[in-house]
């Protein structure tokens, strides 16, 4: 039974180019959660997404960052225009359900140019 | 606002040294608080939740405990594979997502 999926691994962008980050949930998983990880930093909550709905978008920037979950395919999250303080590695957590336990994915390790 | 502090940052053992990793939390009603180990370059692998205050879970050489504020994680005669950033989180009662600390940097040597 394969684990969370993420990918790409490694994303190297410029400053003002577009990421996208594409996590597949757990099977059987319909609740998904991205992270931030900063340098010495912990893991600070995102946005939470259940197929084809935002539930709680209260971590993530206003601007430049959106998510979706579509009915078919990866969740992905998308940063417009980035900047080097996006540098982080981007983690992405599914769970049966909701307030059951989340299991993570390896992360994306963005870093900005 | 949810708060979790971890100590100690890092904490250097040797093999068969026992010791105890600290987690404190400030939650506004807990449903549950987590465990997770992490390793260089990895996502955090889950390891325990504790839901209640006296609780206990065990998984070989860790035993993670839980009071009203506060949760340890025992390790017993680690081994340098036991080496990885543990971290804590608290769930608040009605909502899914977690809310971490900032990990305690475990090294065994052997």
């Known amino acids: 039974n394969a684990g969370v999926m993420q990918n790409p691994r490694h994303l190297v962008r410029r400053r003002g180019q577009e990421a996208r980050l594409r996590c597949s949930p757990m099977k059987g998983h319909s609740h998904v959660y991205w992270y931030r990880q900063l340098p010495e930093e912990g893991l600070k909550f995102m946005v939470y997404?259940?197929?084809?709905?935002?539930?709680?978008e209260s971590g993530m920037p206003k601007e430049r960052f959106s998510a979706e979950f579509p009915k078919e395919g990866p969740s992905i999250l998308r940063i417009q225009q980035v900047v080097r303080g996006d540098s982080a590695a981007y983690f992405c957590a599914s769970s049966p359900g909701a307030s059951e336990t989340q299991y993570f994915g390896p992360g994306t390790r963005l870093l900005v140019l | 606002e949810d708060q979790v502090t971890q100590s100690p940052e890092a904490l250097r053992l040797q093999e068969g040294e026992s010791s105890s990793l600290n987690c404190s939390y400030t939650?506004?009603?807990?449903?549950?608080l987590f465990w997770y180990r992490q390793d260089p370059g990895k996502g955090p692998e889950f390891l325990f939740t504790?839901?209640?205050a006296g609780e206990e879970k065990e998984k070989e050489r860790l035993k993670a405990t839980l009071t009203k504020k506060e949760s340890f994680l025992h390790i017993t005669a680690p081994k340098p594979e036991d080496s990885a950033t543990y971290l804590c989180?608290?769930?608040?009662?009605?909502?899914?997502?977690?809310?971490f600390g900032k990990g305690t940097m475990l090294l065994v040597s052997p």
């Open positions: 997404l259940q197929k084809e709905n935002i539930i709680d």
């Open positions: 504790l839901y209640s």
């Open positions: 989180a608290v769930q608040a009662a009605g909502y899914s997502t977690l809310t």
């Open positions: 939650v506004s009603g807990l449903r549950g």
